[in-house]
């Protein structure tokens, strides 16, 4: 099993930043990526940014240039979502994903709890 926890999130004002943190533990032999995720009220999940293993990254249209996904240092599974000049429509549940390979081969796909993130005056 592999437990992914997220941390961080709140509220913060428009054109703020606030950052969310996510680890992934348990019995992993490999992981191929992690990503964040969001979901507003009514809305589907929708993906924010990932993050490979190789460390190329992927950013949703909405997001590039303001949000930042990182990996700690030599610790593949531990991400980071840095976003910068936040708005109104940013604010969602965020939820941290991790796919890989447990130490008996067989695949996971693992999601968090989620973290909420309100941005509002």
């Known amino acids: 099993q592999v437990l992914v926890v997220e941390s961080g999130g709140g509220l913060v004002q428009p054109g703020g930043s606030l950052s969310v943190s996510c680890v992934a533990s348990g019995s992993i032999f490999n992981i191929d990526d992690m990503g964040w995720y969001r979901q507003a009220p009514g809305k589907e999940r929708e993906l924010v940014a990932t993050?490979?293993?190789?460390?190329?990254?992927?950013y949703a249209d909405s997001v590039a240039g303001r949000f930042t996904i990182s990996r700690e240092y030599n610790a593949k599974n531990k991400v980071y979502l840095q976003m910068n000049s936040l708005k109104p429509e940013d604010t969602a549940v965020y939820y941290c994903?991790?796919?890989?390979?447990?130490?008996?081969?067989?695949?996971?796909?693992?999601w968090g709890q989620g973290t909420q993130v309100t941005v509002s005056s």
């Open positions: 993050i490979a293993s190789g460390g190329s990254t992927n």
């Open positions: 994903n991790s796919r890989g390979a447990y130490t008996n081969f067989t695949m996971f796909d693992a």
